[in-house]
C-alpha cells in the first residue's frame, strides 16, 4: 500500500475482489492513483489519524466488515472534529432499510447499495467523482 496518502479518496473494503473491482471501476474514471485501499476500518482510521498525512476528500466506506464495522467507524469520523466534515460514501452489499438509516443518523453522506454489474459500478464512481471529487479540497 502506498505511504504518501496525498491522495483523493480512501476506499475500505475487507474483500479483496471488491477493492480490486472498486479499483478497476476508479481506474475507468479518474485513474487509479487517485485512490488509497484499506482492507479494514481500523487502518483507515490510523491513517486518517496519522497527522503526517493529508485528509483524504472522500472515504468510501463498506459496512460489513470483521473487528471494527464500517458503521463504528462512521461512528468514529463524524465524532472527531478533525475530520468530521470529510464525504463517507458507505458502498455495501446490503440493500437492508435498518443499515441504511443507521447510516443516516450517524452523518453518511450517501449509502449506496453495491451493483450487480460493472458497468453499473463504473457509473456509481463517475457519479461520486461529479459529486464529491471534482474540485473539492478539505480544509
Not at 76 to 94: A, D, H, Y
Amino acid at each position: 500500500m502506498e505511504k504518501q496518502y496525498q491522495k483523493k479518496v480512501f476506499i475500505v473494503d475487507d474483500d479483496a475482489d471488491d477493492r480490486q473491482i472498486i479499483k478497476e471501476a476508479f481506474s475507468e474514471c479518474q485513474g487509479e492513483n487517485a485512490c488509497v485501499y484499506f482492507e479494514s476500518a481500523q487502518k483507515l482510521l490510523s491513517a486518517m489519524h496519522n497527522k503526517e498525512h493529508p485528509l483524504p476528500l472522500l472515504v468510501l466506506l463498506d459496512l460489513n466488515m470483521p473487528g471494527l464495522t464500517g458503521l463504528q467507524a462512521l461512528k468514529e469520523i463524524r465524532g472527531n472534529s478533525k475530520f468530521s466534515q470529510v464525504p463517507v460514501v458507505v458502498l455495501t452489499t446490503s440493500n437492508l432499510p435498518r443499515d441504511k438509516a443507521s447510516c443516516y443518523q450517524l452523518g453518511a453522506s450517501c449509502f449506496i447499495t453495491k451493483p450487480d454489474s460493472f458497468a453499473k459500478l463504473v457509473e456509481i464512481v463517475n457519479a461520486i467523482s461529479l459529486l464529491w471529487l471534482t474540485g473539492n479540497e478539505i480544509p
